[in-house]
C-alpha cells in the first residue's frame, strides 16, 4: 500500500478513534442517580491540566457532580497549554454544547474565542480562576475561590507567628503560582497588603514555581543559594510547589516549621498530613469541591434562569495554633 494511502487510513483511523473516544466519555456521565437533574444538558469543559493534587481533586469533583446531577460532561485536559483550552473550547462551539466551563490557565488572550461562543449562544461559566477582558458579556460566572483573601490570610497568620516567636525582623521569599494566572495574581497581592503596615516584614524575593512540584525543589535550591540563612519564612502559592521545596530545605541543613516557617495554600491531604509532623506551619484551604456549584449553574443556564455573577466556596485556615490532630480527612 502506498505511503499516501496509509498516511490517509492513518488519519481516517485516528478521527474515527477520537469520535469513538469522545462519545465514550460523553456517554460515560449520563447514568447515575442524580438531583435537579436535566440528562439532556451537554456541558463542555476545558481543565487545565493535572499539575497537583488540586487540580486532580477538581477534576474528579467535576466528574462525579456531573453524574450526580445527570449532565453530559464533554472533558478534555489541556495540559497546561492555553492554546488547547482555545482549541477545546472551539470543539465544543462546533459541537453545539448548551453550555460551556472552563478554567482558565492565565487572565489574558481569551477574547476571540469567548466572542465565538456569545456569537453561538452558549453561556460560559469561569471555573476556579478568572479572565481579564475589556469586553462585556463573554462570561455569566465565576465559581471559585477568593484568591487574595487566601492571601490576606497567609500573610495575617503570619503577623500572628511574628508576635508569638517575637520576631524583630521577619525575612520573607515567594514562590508564585504560574504567572499572571488569577491565583497567583491575588494570593500575591493579598498577602503584600496584609504585612504592608508591618515594618518587621521584608520580601527578599518572589519567584515562579508554576504551581508545579519539581518548579518548587528549583526555586527553593536557588533561593537557598541566594538568600541562606537569612531566610525566616517561604511563602508558597500551592502546596505542590511547598512539597517540593521541603527537601531541599532539609538538605540545606534547615528544619522546615522550625528553622523556617512555612506557609502553603490549597489543603490537600499531603500537606495536611505534613502540617501534622510540624514541618509547615499554616496551610489557608482552597477547596477544589466546586462541581456541585457547577453543575447546578449550567442547569439554571440552560433554563435561562438568573445566576449569581460570583461564587465564592467559604475557606479556613489549617495551622500551629490549632490541635491540628482534629483536622478531617481533607478527601484530595
Ligand atoms: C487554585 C488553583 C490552583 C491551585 C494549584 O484555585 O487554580 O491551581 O492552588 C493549582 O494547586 O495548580
Given at each position: 500500500?502506498?505511503?499516501?494511502?496509509?498516511?490517509?487510513?492513518?488519519?481516517?483511523?485516528?478521527?474515527?478513534?477520537?469520535?469513538i473516544?469522545?462519545?465514550?466519555?460523553?456517554?460515560?456521565?449520563?447514568?447515575?442517580?442524580?438531583?435537579?437533574?436535566?440528562?439532556?444538558?451537554?456541558?463542555g469543559?476545558?481543565?487545565?491540566?493535572?499539575?497537583?493534587?488540586?487540580?486532580?481533586?477538581?477534576?474528579?469533583?467535576?466528574?462525579?457532580?456531573?453524574?450526580?446531577?445527570?449532565?453530559?460532561?464533554?472533558?478534555e485536559?489541556?495540559?497546561?497549554?492555553?492554546?488547547?483550552?482555545?482549541?477545546?473550547?472551539?470543539?465544543?462551539?462546533?459541537?453545539?454544547?448548551?453550555?460551556?466551563?472552563?478554567?482558565?490557565?492565565?487572565?489574558?488572550?481569551?477574547?476571540?474565542?469567548?466572542?465565538?461562543?456569545?456569537?453561538?449562544?452558549?453561556?460560559?461559566?469561569?471555573?476556579?480562576?478568572?479572565?481579564?477582558?475589556?469586553?462585556?458579556?463573554?462570561?455569566?460566572?465565576?465559581?471559585?475561590?477568593?484568591?487574595?483573601?487566601?492571601?490576606?490570610?497567609?500573610?495575617?497568620?503570619?503577623?500572628?507567628?511574628?508576635?508569638?516567636?517575637?520576631?524583630?525582623?521577619?525575612?520573607i521569599?515567594?514562590?508564585?503560582?504560574?504567572?499572571?494566572?488569577?491565583?497567583?495574581?491575588?494570593?500575591?497581592?493579598?498577602?503584600?497588603?496584609?504585612?504592608?503596615n508591618?515594618?518587621?516584614?521584608?520580601?527578599?524575593?518572589?519567584?515562579?514555581?508554576?504551581?508545579?512540584?519539581?518548579?518548587?525543589?528549583?526555586?527553593?535550591?536557588?533561593?537557598?543559594?541566594?538568600?541562606?540563612?537569612?531566610?525566616?519564612?517561604i511563602?508558597?502559592?500551592?502546596?505542590?510547589?511547598?512539597?517540593?521545596?521541603?527537601?531541599?530545605?532539609?538538605?540545606?541543613?534547615?528544619?522546615?516549621?522550625?528553622?523556617?516557617?512555612?506557609?502553603?495554600?490549597?489543603?490537600?491531604?499531603?500537606?495536611?498530613?505534613?502540617?501534622?509532623?510540624?514541618?509547615?506551619n499554616?496551610?489557608?484551604?482552597?477547596?477544589?469541591?466546586?462541581?456541585?456549584e457547577?453543575?447546578?449553574?449550567?442547569?439554571?443556564?440552560?433554563?435561562?434562569?438568573?445566576?449569581?455573577?460570583?461564587?465564592?466556596?467559604?475557606?479556613?485556615?489549617?495551622?500551629?495554633?490549632?490541635?491540628?490532630?482534629?483536622?478531617?480527612?481533607?478527601?484530595?
Amino acid at each position: 500500500m502506498g505511503t499516501v494511502k496509509k498516511g490517509l487510513l492513518k488519519r481516517i483511523l485516528c478521527t474515527a478513534l477520537g469520535l469513538i473516544m469522545s462519545f465514550m466519555m460523553f456517554a460515560g456521565c449520563t447514568k447515575g442517580s442524580n438531583q435537579e437533574s436535566d440528562s439532556s444538558l451537554i456541558l463542555g469543559f476545558s481543565q487545565i491540566g493535572s499539575e497537583s493534587a488540586w487540580r486532580i481533586g477538581n477534576t474528579k469533583d467535576i466528574e462525579d457532580q456531573a453524574q450526580n446531577y445527570g449532565v453530559n460532561l464533554m472533558f478534555e485536559n489541556a495540559n497546561q497549554k492555553q492554546e488547547n483550552q482555545i482549541a477545546a473550547i472551539r470543539r465544543f462551539i462546533a459541537y453545539k454544547v448548551d453550555v460551556i466551563a472552563f478554567s482558565p490557565i492565565v487572565e489574558e488572550g481569551w477574547d476571540n474565542v469567548l466572542t465565538e461562543a456569545k456569537d453561538a449562544g452558549i453561556p460560559v461559566i469561569l471555573v476556579d480562576r478568572d479572565i481579564s477582558t475589556q469586553k462585556e458579556g463573554l462570561t455569566t460566572c465565576l465559581i471559585g475561590a477568593d484568591f487574595y483573601n487566601e492571601g490576606v490570610m497567609a500573610g495575617e497568620y503570619l503577623i500572628r507567628k511574628a508576635d508569638s516567636l517575637g520576631l524583630e525582623h521577619v525575612n520573607i521569599v515567594e514562590i508564585t503560582g504560574t504567572e499572571n494566572s488569577t491565583p497567583m495574581r491575588q494570593r500575591q497581592a493579598g498577602f503584600a497588603d496584609a504585612i504592608a503596615n508591618d515594618s518587621r516584614m521584608t520580601v527578599l524575593e518572589s519567584i515562579d514555581g508554576d504551581f508545579l512540584k519539581s518548579r518548587g525543589a528549583e526555586c527553593m535550591r536557588y533561593l537557598l543559594d541566594t538568600y541562606g540563612d537569612s531566610i525566616d519564612v517561604i511563602y508558597s502559592h500551592n502546596d505542590e510547589m511547598t512539597l517540593g521545596a521541603l527537601p531541599e530545605i532539609e538538605k540545606a541543613g534547615f528544619a522546615p516549621g522550625k528553622d523556617i516557617i512555612i506557609i502553603s495554600i490549597d489543603g490537600g491531604q499531603e500537606a495536611i498530613d505534613v502540617l501534622k509532623e510540624g514541618r509547615i506551619n499554616c496551610v489557608v484551604e482552597c477547596t477544589p469541591k466546586l462541581g456541585k456549584e457547577v453543575m447546578e449553574t449550567a442547569i439554571k443556564l440552560k433554563a435561562g434562569e438568573e445566576v449569581n455573577e460570583v461564587i465564592h466556596p467559604v475557606e479556613q485556615v489549617f495551622s500551629d495554633e490549632q490541635d491540628t490532630s482534629k483536622i478531617p480527612d481533607r478527601g484530595y
